[in-house]
């Protein structure tokens, strides 16, 4: 590197709670839950790279997002697997009272 950069690598799980919060952001602004078919292209357009399950221990996006976070999990669904937050948490509750709140104060 020049310039006086440097580079930071973040442990396994730094990394994985990095993107825990990267999905759980972007599923937020999604009503959050997302087609598991869908995930992947969402996360590219928002962050400009794709999801690789194995530099996050996984063995695909499924197991990823299963794993990751007790905030996220994979429910099953007519359309097929939905990614969605965890509903069953306090925080995951005060998270969407809050989000129904801002949705309420732009009209």
Not at 48 to 75: C, R
Request: a neutral charge; aromatic letters at 6%.
């Amino acid at each position: 590197m020049s310039n006086g950069e440097r580079r930071i690598l973040l442990s396994l799980q730094e990394r994985q709670s990095v993107l825990a919060d990267q999905l759980r952001h972007l599923l937020l602004r999604n009503n959050g839950s997302m087609a598991l078919e869908q995930l992947n292209t969402a996360y590219q357009h928002e962050h400009g790279i794709a999801l690789d399950a194995e530099k996050y221990g996984a063995t695909n996006i499924f197991d990823l997002v299963n794993n990751i976070s007790p905030w996220l999990q994979v429910i099953s669904t007519s359309s097929g697997p939905c990614v969605q937050i965890a509903r069953n948490t306090l925080k995951s509750r005060v998270l969407f009272i809050l989000m129904e709140q801002s949705e309420v104060a732009k009209f």
